[in-house]
């Protein structure tokens, strides 16, 4: 019998971790955990994100493995230079998560044009592929 001594869980809460904004008014925007109020609430901000610093539920918070190295209670202009710093924001964005993210927005950018060039090429795609299969 072989037993790992790791931990299954590693998102903690904790001063420094990128969060994604689940619901309300921000809806998809980067934040960081500033402080910890209680085991329920935290205050976060993302100066870099156009996100204002404010008291914050978990709930309406997902955590993300990115970790900055910041201070407790750290400054707006000092979270954007440390944040700048680190590449927070860019770690992120190469993760799936952020690419997912990426690729939303920019499905979402699309005009009706690009849509229909987009429904080509998958169409092209497909028939290439069932072309692959049926030589096979």
């Known amino acids: 019998l072989r037993s790992t001594s790791q931990m299954a869980f590693k998102r903690f809460v904790q001063v420094g971790r990128l969060c994604v904004v689940n619901y309300g008014a921000e809806v998809g925007k ?3 955990i500033v402080d910890i109020v209680d085991a ?3 205050i976060v901000d993302g100066p870099t994100t156009g996100f204002e610093r404010k008291v914050m539920s978990l ?3 997902s955590l993300t493995k990115v970790v900055a190295d910041v201070s407790r209670g750290i400054r707006q202009q000092k979270l954007a230079k440390a944040l700048e710093e680190q590449k927070v924001i860019e770690k992120f964005n190469e993760s799936t998560w952020g690419q997912k993210k990426l690729a939303a927005a920019k499905r ?3 005009n009706d044009f690009d849509r229909f060039k987009v429904m080509l090429l998958k169409k092209e795609r497909s028939l ?3 072309k692959a299969i049926k030589a096979m």
């Open 40 to 42: 329920s609430r935290v």
């Open 128 to 130: 290439a592929i069932k």
């Open 59 to 61: 709930k309406a918070l």
């Open 30 to 32: 980067l934040c960081v």
């Open 108 to 110: 979402a950018s699309l």
